[in-house]
């Protein structure tokens, strides 16, 4: 049984009265009554949030703003766009709770890494000066189609970094000089 008595009295009147289909009824006159236990789940609900962790069919999102823990169950969204420990935002268009955990059906808009937010230190990179490419490297010919790009980053040198020694494997347990091992 229903939660009001009269819904269903009410949405068979309007689908007499339109013509329309069942659940489309139900779903205007839930809008029109503004009932929170049916309406929460009508509304789009916009959230932002951290990625705790990701699979297949969802990702499990941390929710600051009200300090919660939320697992959005999504279809349009590819699993690897969406990693642990980036930022989120989502609209969220139905919510639920299946023992004890909070589920959501939404749509993931965007994900980035907010390095400042997590709290990492960049690493460092040190000032090389200028790099004249076209010294170091063959010219393209005119039949590849990366000619003209290629002309013009050769055009000019350019500023040169070198990467703090961590990226290339230094500290973790890979050998610099291990072709295989350095994927850098």
Known sequence: MTAHKDLKKTIRARQEKTGESYTTARLHVLRARDVNLHAKS??????????????????RVHIPESNEDLTIRRNSVD???????????????????WRGVAYANGAVHRSWTNVKALGLEPLPL????????????????????YAEMWD???????????????????GVGVDTEDPEGNLV
Request: aromatic letters at 14%; one cysteine or more; glycine letters at 6%.
């Open 79 to 97: 699993p690897w766009y969406a990693v642990p420990g980036q930022c989120i935002e989502a609209t969220i268009t139905n919510r639920w709770t």
């Open 126 to 145: 040190e000032d090389e000066g200028f790099e004249d490419l076209a010294a170091m490297s063959e010219p393209f010919e005119k039949p590849d189609p």
């Open 152 to 170: 013009f980053f050769l055009s000019v040198p350019r500023k040169a970094f070198k990467f703090h020694e961590i990226a290339w494997g230094a």
């Open 42 to 59: 009508l509304r789009k609900e916009s959230i932002a949030g951290y990625i705790l962790k990701c699979n297949q069919a969802s990702i």
